[in-house]
């Protein structure tokens, strides 16, 4: 398997842009995690998906972040519009559903927001 | 809340030394702990996972243990070498079982030759 792929790899955006970033878990996995890392605040889930659906989206910093999945394959973290704040470095990670299970990380990717 | 606290946040060490790695939890009703690596530009590697109902888990040189009753885990390398080289997280459940995790902010490990 290839293990979760993230794209792209690296954004520099402008503020006010819009930013989309994808993520395909691995294959049979049915849990989806989007995670934020900055030297700050360390690693902060923002949210995750049971079976395409959103279980939980309480660390999605304000409306102006957005998540998708649209089938059990593939999913969309959305910023509209972007702020500097933003720049950080964006994970997705998959499992199989259910607590105690290791979860696999993609390699991530960066976004400046300048 | 639970809150995960990595200590030393970095620590440089000679090869072939043998060094331990903490975390410790605040709240210990958790079902598991992970132990991740991540090396500069890239994603997290899982390394170890050990359920509640264990005490240890051994991988290589790795040995991860876990003690719920004082909210702490340790992650043992032993000989380490150059390529140990990164930094090292560890991970709880939010609460319980939960898919949540909370991280630790790690700790930057380096092994000079």
């Known amino acids: 398997d290839a293990g979760v792929i993230q794209s792209p790899r690296h954004e520099v955006t402008e503020m006010g842009q819009e930013v989309t970033l994808r993520c395909k878990p691995i294959?049979?996995?049915?849990?989806l995690f989007w995670y934020r890392q900055t030297m700050m605040r360390g690693l902060e889930l923002l949210i995750y998906?049971?079976?395409?659906?959103?279980?939980?989206d309480s660390g999605m910093p304000e409306d102006r972040f957005s998540a998708k999945m649209p089938n059990a394959s593939f999913s969309t973290l959305k910023i509209q519009p972007s702020e500097p704040r933003d720049s950080a470095v964006y994970f997705c990670?998959?499992?199989?559903?259910?607590?105690?299970?290791?979860?696999?990380f993609g390699p991530g990717t960066r976004l400046t927001v300048l | 809340k639970q809150e995960v606290t990595q200590i030393p946040a970095a620590l440089s060490v000679p090869e072939g030394e043998n060094l331990v790695l903490n975390c410790s939890f605040t709240?210990?009703?958790?079902?598991?702990l992970q132990w991740f690596r991540q090396d500069p530009g890239k994603g997290l590697t899982s390394l170890l996972l050990?359920?509640?109902?264990?005490r240890e888990q051994t991988s290589g040189r790795l040995n991860a243990s876990l003690d719920k009753s004082s909210g702490r885990s340790t992650l043992y390398i032993a000989a380490s070498q150059p390529g140990d080289s990164a930094t090292y997280l560890c991970a709880v459940p939010h609460q319980g079982g939960s898919e949540k995790l909370v991280f630790g902010k790690g700790t930057k490990l380096t092994v000079n030759p």
């Open positions: 294959s049979g996995h049915n849990s």
């Open positions: 050990i359920q509640s109902s264990q």
């Open positions: 709240d210990s009703a958790i079902y598991n």
């Open positions: 998906f049971n079976n395409n659906v959103p279980i939980d």
């Open positions: 990670a998959s499992s199989l559903l259910g607590g105690g299970n290791e979860q696999f």
